[in-house]
């Protein structure tokens, strides 16, 4: 049963990309999990060797790898920038292009931390979601546009808090966005041409990513909206399932992806929400187990590993800490007090951090105890006082991880 799960999750993952590739946000699988096998088992105290490092502009953006090529979304000055790079292991990196779009057009929408959108790379296209509700498609290899959609003047929405902070999601069809407006609140476009396919809901926008996960035999749209849980036929736009899934106050946030196993869903939320994983079945829906003691992710996702979940529990502005938590029960394995946000994913029997203070960390995903194998200083620290805001995030690919926080984009060996 898990291999045919394994090889499913292989098929659905939504482009044709090498087994190394970190082609969207979390991942291939879009659930923070790598192919990549050969990983160091253990870091040096000063970490794995450097292979480069290169000064960027602000944002939350992650960096995505695909055939050599590394790209990041981030802000310069004035401008929302989709860059891409040779990902060789050469110093200085070689830039290959760069697309730049003016920002703060509306006042309104002024935006100037950067995008918080990872772009999507599937089949030679790449797809970025920018801060004001610019849904740009271009051409991997030369940068050139394919086509652009203002969402914020097709499909007026709220900003939010912060902007646009969804990722799109694509498939080898069609581009899917959480957009946020009455009779919009999800849409589907044409991946090559950027026309309307189908708009469902009228849930407004979170700051979550949706995922095509195969539920029951059938792969599914599943989104967290700033409503609650949201199913949907990737192909019509027809709602499957619904839920109510948020915190009471206004001033608050859903922001972790879905994850889905086999047919069981989970969904994660701060501000007094808490977590819940869903069974589909052919009964409908039923709750295995729902507290706000378990498992309450701020901003980041978590990672499944075996049958356990490891995140980040508790808000990031009152110093939340790293969680072992059953899947099947939401019974707290172990606590990690002081660890702080932080970015994770999972490879060859391992995890990796990236913290909000710019270290990274390697772990072994144990349900017994917390067990570190290495540590160092990837990126500068903060200034004392400052506020990160989880700005730090990670991709890994061919042997190299790569990792970005608001001023550097840095590339480390960590190949045995």
């Known amino acids: 049963m898990q291999t045919r799960l394994a090889v499913l999750s292989l098929l659905l993952a939504p482009t044709l990309t090498f087994a190394a590739d970190w082609p969207q946000f979390l991942g291939p699988t879009r659930d923070g999990h790598s192919p990549e096998t050969g990983l160091k088992r253990e870091?040096?105290?000063?970490?794995?060797?450097?292979?480069?490092?290169?000064?960027?502009?602000?944002g939350f953006s992650g960096p995505v790898v695909v055939g050599g090529k590394v790209l990041l979304f981030h802000r310069?000055?004035?401008?929302?920038?989709?860059?891409c790079w040779d990902a060789a292991d050469s110093k200085p990196l070689k830039p290959l292009w760069k697309v730049a779009a003016a920002t703060g057009y509306v006042d309104d929408f002024r935006f100037d931390d950067g995008p918080r959108g990872t772009p999507a790379i599937v089949e030679g296209l790449v797809c970025s979601f920018g801060a004001e509700g610019r849904l740009t498609c271009v051409e991997l290899e030369t940068g050139k546009q394919v086509w652009q959609r203002d969402l914020a003047k097709d499909?007026?929405?709220?900003?939010?808090?912060?902007?646009?902070?969804?990722?799109?999601?694509?498939?080898?069809?069609?581009?899917?966005?959480n957009v946020g407006s009455k009779g919009a609140g999800v849409i589907a476009l044409d991946r090559k041409t950027g026309k309307d396919v189908w708009r469902a809901s009228d849930d407004e926008a979170s700051y979550s990513t949706p995922t095509l996960k195969e539920i029951e035999g059938k792969t599914w749209l599943v989104c967290f909206t700033r409503k609650g849980l949201l199913v949907l036929d990737p192909a019509s736009g027809k709602v499957e399932h619904e839920m109510y899934f948020r915190a009471r106050i206004q001033a608050s946030v859903n922001a972790a992806t879905p994850l889905v196993s086999n047919n069981q869903l989970f969904l994660t939320a701060s501000y007094n929400t808490g977590a819940i994983v869903l069974e589909a079945g052919k009964d409908g829906w039923k709750t295995i187990w729902k507290n706000d003691d378990s498992m309450s992710c701020h901003y980041n996702t978590p990672v499944k590993v075996g049958s356990f979940l490891f995140g980040i529990h508790g808000r990031q502005e009152y110093g939340p800490e790293l969680r072992c938590v059953e899947w099947a029960t939401g019974k707290v394995r172990w606590?990690?007090?002081?660890?702080?946000?932080?970015?994770?994913?999972?490879?060859?029997?391992?995890?990796i951090a990236a913290t909000e203070t710019?270290?990274?960390i390697v772990l072994e995903p144990s349900e017994q105890e917390y067990r570190e194998r290495g540590r160092f200083q990837?990126?500068?620290?903060?200034?004392?006082?400052?506020?990160?805001?989880?700005?730090?995030?990670?991709?890994?690919?061919?042997?190299?991880?790569?990792v970005r926080d608001s001023k550097k984009l840095a590339a480390f060996d960590v190949k045995k």
Do not use: M
């Open 43 to 58: 870091w040096p105290k000063d970490g794995p060797p450097k292979l480069w490092e290169i000064s960027v502009g602000s």
């Open 335 to 351: 606590t990690k007090r002081g660890f702080g946000c932080a970015s994770l994913i999972a490879a060859d029997g391992l995890l």
């Open 155 to 177: 499909y007026p929405f709220s900003k939010g808090y912060f902007g646009v902070g969804t990722s799109p999601v694509v498939d080898r069809e069609r581009v899917y966005v």
């Open 76 to 83: 310069v000055g004035d401008e929302e920038v989709l860059q």
């Open 358 to 360: 710019g270290e990274l």
């Open 378 to 402: 990837a990126l500068e620290r903060p200034d004392r006082g400052s506020r990160p805001a989880n700005a730090v995030s990670i991709a890994l690919s061919d042997g190299r991880l790569f």
